[in-house]
Each structure stands twice: as structure tokens, then as C-alpha cells.
């Protein structure tokens, strides 16, 4: 009988939140999945408000995806305008309550197969980011 192993890569930087302002957007540069797409990527965002959240006190974390790492879904990618939001792939929400660091883990799980994407975050907290990063680890899988 075949035994089915999964692995997990060491994480890494895709994304640095800088001092994102309260109710902007920030976007990944394209992220490339390779031709053997994972079978799963596992996200860990984590962010240090700046101050105590105020309002929905909130990360957002969604994807835009593509197929040719030319033309990927639409909504915002930077700036305050939230009138494209809904286009985007929605992928988790990191509740910011206070001011200690706040870090969650997301799982790519579910969304459309693509092999390019793009992460975008959505400051919602009421307060800018101190500081603050998304991680990415890739789920690979062996059968023996």
C-alpha cells in the first residue's frame, strides 16, 4: 500500500506591510507557484499596530489571481479606493483588538488553481501598522 507524506518549506518574506495606513491597500509583487503547483501554501501574517485599533480593527488578507502572470483579477492593489474590493479572492480577516502584536495563520486552500498570484492586504484597523509581514510556506506532498 502507498504511504502519502506531506512536507512543508521553511517560510519566507512575500510581502513587508511597512507603516501601512489605516484603510489602504498594500500588494505582493507577483508570486510565481512554479509549474508543479503546491498542494497548498500555508500564509502567516502577523502586524504591530501602531496605537490602539479603533472601527472594524482588522486586517484583511485577499488574493488576485492569474493564469499568464499578465492579466490578473481585478480591485485594488493600493491607495483607499474600496469600490472594487468584491473582485478580489478573500482569503482571511486578523482580528487587531489591541496593541500587542496580532499574528494567524491562512491556508490558499479553496481558492481557484492558478499558478501566478498576488497578495493584497487591506489595513482596517483604524490605526496605521507599526510594523508588520506575511510569510509564505508551501505545502508539498510524496507518495512511496
Given at each position: 500500500m502507498a504511504t502519502f507524506t506531506q512536507a512543508q518549506s521553511?517560510?519566507?518574506?512575500?510581502?513587508?506591510l511597512g507603516t501601512l495606513a489605516s484603510g489602504t491597500y498594500i500588494t505582493s509583487s507577483a508570486i510565481?507557484?512554479?509549474p508543479a503547483i503546491p498542494l497548498d501554501i500555508t500564509l502567516e501574517i502577523e502586524c504591530d499596530p501602531n496605537g490602539t485599533p479603533?472601527?472594524?480593527?482588522?486586517?484583511?488578507?485577499?488574493?488576485?489571481?492569474s493564469?499568464?502572470?499578465v492579466n490578473f483579477g481585478s480591485g485594488?492593489?493600493?491607495g483607499t479606493?474600496?469600490?472594487?474590493?468584491a473582485d478580489l479572492h478573500w482569503i482571511g480577516t486578523l482580528p487587531c483588538n489591541d496593541t500587542n502584536v496580532h499574528r494567524k495563520l491562512f491556508s490558499l486552500q479553496g481558492l481557484p488553481i492558478s499558478r501566478y498570484l498576488k497578495l493584497?492586504?487591506?489595513n482596517d484597523m483604524g490605526v496605521a501598522v507599526s510594523s508588520g509581514s506575511i510569510y509564505?510556506?508551501?505545502?508539498t506532498g510524496l507518495s512511496t
Open positions: 521553511a517560510r519566507s518574506v512575500v510581502l513587508n510565481d507557484l512554479g479603533t472601527g472594524s480593527r482588522q486586517l484583511i488578507l485577499f488574493a488576485k489571481l493564469l499568464d502572470n485594488p492593489e493600493s479606493d474600496a469600490t472594487n474590493e493584497v492586504v487591506k509564505r510556506a508551501d505545502i
